[in-house]
């Protein structure tokens, strides 16, 4: 009689022993990946608004997750889409063919958006709304390996403001990559995925959150006053939005509600739509609810459009970072109630920005706006050679000679490009000059010359690449942008924090690059088609 109790146990612990691996089929994988992408993201933003973020946000992403002090952009052009491709290729513009957010098509005769694509439609947008789809990537992403080693049972969503952060990062085989429609206010997609929204894109949709948030307006989370790692409210040099008299906090925008759906992408509240939208989406599509790995994309494209209007040293951006950073912490709380500690997250950007020109000149630094399409050395060759449209094109900072008009007037070719050259380095305003084609013979430090090689793309780069000085952009009066090599354009955050993930720094070398091949190794799964990155072996338990 003494043993049946120690029968009962041995079955007991047999039934208990199912249940637990019945109620924990991840324990050797994450449930989900989630790769955030904040656009236009400065390294120094993690720390230079450090003290008044919250212990849940950028803190927590500090404080338990595996943080890249130096990272870097490894290619010469800092531009949205390259970011977002190489991010998930862990490839670079020479191979996977994402060299801009467009470039010149010479067999077209005309410049291509980076995602567009006549062949698809847009699907709950509206109707006249440019198709998009991955077509112009060469390679695969992490997604797309993702998808192929669970045989597609993987689920696969990628979801930004603008088409080209939702479309690029979950590659070819995604089950869905949704963006924003500025002309409906409507979160849509293309035939390229599926011939319908899903029922819950769709009850997303009819609830016109940009109109709720657009009654907020947008004031400073925090008296105006203690913002002191910002420049004051008002400068010359900042751009105002059509709905605002100057570009002046509070920024009254509870007049656009059903008038104009775009003018929510450049204040936070788009990053709070982005945000609702991500947590509808695992919902909807039932993300991490089974014993296969799944992986959301996420871009949050508002600070970018911020960015370029206000610049890095405005009031502006540093409310947008400390809004962003509650929108993460409840993000990061939201993920886990539903998956506890078995997620996976990554953070990093597709690119940094330079400082305004005209807060470079105000503050005695080197920068300032020029144009190189209007370079006297474009107008000397122009004057050599007798043709007006010895340039065909201009994208990514690079021109794009007219070969059918030079072999037309007998002139050859190799020439009127060494004479371009030659007179484009006599500009004071460019710093440097080099026929893409002897990338090699390039006067210039190995790294450099190395990016440059890294984002040319044979098949769709141009003729000669221009460099400017440092701090220097071609733009308007006002705003700022990237696309540079240098510090400010190039050196971003990459933090991995979650299931599989060690607490710890770096401060080695590591590249966007990097990214893919150590989510390949975390899931176990084939590193991307087009991968030149290094596993961040460090950054894994």
Same mark, same amino acid.
């Given at each position: ?208 959150? $940009? ?298 070398? $590591? ?31």
């Amino acid at each position: 009689m003494k043993l049946i109790p120690v029968f009962l146990l041995s079955i007991l612990s047999v039934f208990s022993l199912s249940a637990q691996q019945k109620t924990a089929p991840h324990a050797d994988k994450p449930k989900i990946v989630v790769g955030i992408m904040v656009d236009q993201m400065r390294w120094d933003y993690l720390f230079r608004f450090q003290d008044r973020y919250v212990e849940g946000g950028f803190k927590r992403l500090v404080r338990e997750g595996f943080n890249c002090d130096n990272a870097y952009i490894p290619y010469a052009q800092t531009l949205t889409a390259c970011g977002h491709a190489s991010v998930y290729t862990g490839s670079v513009p020479a191979i996977n063919g994402i060299m801009g957010n467009d470039w010149y098509d010479r067999g077209l005769g005309k410049t291509v958006y980076c995602v567009e694509d006549g062949s698809v439609q847009t699907i709950g947008g509206n109707a006249n709304a440019a198709p998009m789809s991955p077509k112009n990537l060469l390679v695969t992403t992490v997604c797309d390996e993702l998808r192929i080693a669970t045989n597609y049972r993987a689920k696969v969503v990628g979801i930004a403001l603008k088409d080209r952060g939702g479309v690029l990062p979950a590659g070819h085989t995604a089950n869905g990559a949704y963006w924003y429609d500025s002309g409906t206010g409507n979160w849509v997609t293309s035939t390229y995925y599926m011939q319908e929204l899903p029922v819950w894109v769709k009850s997303f949709n009819k609830r016109k959150i $940009v109109d709720s948030l657009y009654k907020l307006n947008w004031n400073t989370l925090y008296p105006i006053q203690t913002y002191v790692q910002s420049d004051s409210d008002d400068k010359i040099y900042e751009g105002k939005s059509t709905y605002d008299s100057k570009p002046v906090f509070p920024h009254m925008t509870n007049a656009l509600g059903g008038t104009n759906y775009l003018a929510v992408a450049a204040t936070p509240h788009g990053n709070t739509m982005t945000a609702e939208f991500v947590k509808a989406a695992i919902q909807g599509e039932g993300l991490g609810t089974d014993d296969i790995t799944d992986f959301l994309a996420v871009s949050f494209s508002s600070p970018d459009y911020i960015g370029h209007q206000y610049g890095p040293n405005s009031i502006e951006i540093e409310d947008t970072y400390l809004r962003l950073d509650k929108e993460l912490a409840n993000l990061f709380s939201y993920l886990d109630s539903k998956f506890g500690n078995q997620y996976t997250v990554f953070i990093t950007a597709d690119h940094a920005v330079a400082n305004a020109p005209g807060y470079a000149k105000e503050n005695k630094l080197p920068g300032g706006a020029i144009n190189y399409t209007t370079s006297s050395g474009i107008a000397k060759t122009i004057d050599k050679f007798g043709m007006k449209k010895i340039i065909e094109a201009t994208a990514n900072y690079q021109l794009y000679l007219n070969r059918k008009a030079i072999d037309s007037a007998n002139l050859n070719y190799d020439e009127v490009k060494k004479y371009l050259v030659s007179e484009l380095n006599k500009d004071p305003g460019i710093f440097y000059a080099f026929d893409n084609e002897n990338i090699n013979n390039a006067i210039l430090p190995t790294e450099v010359k190395e990016k440059f090689l890294k984002g040319m793309n044979v098949k769709r780069g141009g003729d000669v690449q221009v460099i400017l000085p440092s701090g220097y952009m071609t733009i308007g009066t006002t705003g700022t942008t990237h696309g540079s090599w240098y510090p400010y354009d190039s050196h971003i955050p990459v933090i991995f924090m979650g299931w599989g993930i060690k607490q710890g720094r770096t401060t080695r070398d $590591v590249f966007m690059t990097d990214i893919a091949p150590t989510i390949s190794a975390l899931l176990k799964i084939q590193m991307p088609s087009g991968n030149i990155g290094k596993t961040v072996g460090e950054a894994l338990k």
